[in-house]
């Protein structure tokens, strides 16, 4: 480890998580951000459920760190609502699984450290067509992304955890279904700048303290005026 001490921000998640500091990702534009403020951990497994997260919880997290995160960003959700497949060969988790699993993930996250934040994200709309098409797959449905960001959201709020909608976050950008995604699934730049956008909203209007919004937070090493 190396000092100074800053706070700690991981991100943790499946394959959105994991790709988010190429194509100009937002987990980069975070780093870039926080840069002499934070130190932004990537913990991103693609093509993972809640169900694989839960099962690592105390690997990634352990409770017994002398340093714990001040704030800890969590996805999953999108591989979870993937239609069950003819025998069983899909990350599909049931919603109350789901939603279970989440709540394991927020219990864990809250006993780490009084001062650590957490924020869930839902999982984002998907476009239908251009995974068909690239993937050739019809597992994915937006109806099923909004059944689980929707029991996502009303966990957090029945635990009191920040929420971001990203269902709702998306559908509010011109054209999001062709302009966010690759493949309809993973995020171009479009679709990664309202990921860091709703974020860094979240952070800004949290009535943590300390705030951990960027412009809060004291830069490294910075140079007094003479």
């Known amino acids: 480890m190396v000092g100074p001490r800053r706070p700690h921000f991981v991100l943790f998640g499946s394959s ?21 403020k934070a ?16 099962q690592v919880l105390d690997q990634v997290f352990p409770k017994d760190e002398a340093v714990q ?16 497949q003819p025998g069983g060969l899909s990350s599909h988790v049931p919603l109350f699984e789901y939603v279970e699993n989440m709540r ?19 999982s984002p709309p998907v476009n239908e067509a251009q995974i068909l098409t690239m993937l050739g797959t019809k597992g994915r449905t ?13 966990l957090c709020r029945e635990m009191g955890i920040k929420a971001i909608d ?7 950008q011109h054209e999001w279904a062709t302009t966010c995604f690759t493949d309809g699934i993973h995020l171009t730049p479009v679709g990664s700048k309202i990921v860091a ?30």
């Open 104 to 122: 394991k993930i927020a219990i864990h996250l809250k006993s780490l450290s009084e001062k650590t934040r957490i924020i869930f994200l839902t």
């Open 16 to 36: 959105i998580v994991e790709f988010s500091y190429g194509n100009e990702g937002w987990g980069a534009t975070l780093a870039h951000i926080y840069a002499r």
């Open 142 to 154: 937006n109806e099923w992304c909004q059944k689980y960001a929707d029991a996502c959201v009303n």
């Open 166 to 172: 990203l269902c709702a976050a998306f559908k509010q």
């Open 69 to 84: 995160p001040s704030l800890v960003i969590v996805y999953f959700g999108g591989n979870d609502s993937v239609r069950p």
């Open 197 to 226: 956008k709703e974020i860094l909203k979240a952070v800004k209007e949290a009535d943590w303290k300390p705030s951990l919004h960027w412009e809060s937070l004291p830069t490294e090493f910075i140079r007094n005026k003479l």
């Open 39 to 54: 130190d932004i951990f990537l913990r991103g497994y693609r093509s993972w459920n809640s169900r694989q997260a839960v």
